[in-house]
């Protein structure tokens, strides 16, 4: 059976840096397939954030039942002194 997120972010393919908006993570489990590595992150309260780098094309793609994700693209802004992006996760 397909678990479903409510929230959901894909990322092209830039530099990131993940950060936690909140408590971090009891637990982390991680998987690897042919198409992807994927870091399942389980917070005290049940709730799951999982984050998948598909190494076909460098992207992420974000899952979490917990809350919004937050991008802040430096990487888009030309005139931002701090060319990394980062990614806010709840």
Not at 21 to 38: I, K, L, N
Request: hydrophobic share 40%; glycine share 6%.
């Amino acid at each position: 059976m397909e678990e479903l997120f409510p929230y959901e972010l894909r990322l092209p393919l830039a530099p990131y840096r993940f950060v936690w908006t909140g408590e971090a993570a009891v637990d982390c489990q991680t998987r690897r397939t042919e198409a992807f590595s994927e870091e399942r992150y389980t917070h005290a309260d049940g709730t799951v954030v999982i984050i998948r780098h598909y190494a076909a094309d460098g992207s992420f793609h974000l899952l979490s039942d917990r809350g919004a994700i937050e991008l802040v693209d430096n990487a888009g802004d030309y005139h931002s002194p701090n060319p990394v992006s980062v990614v806010r996760l709840p």
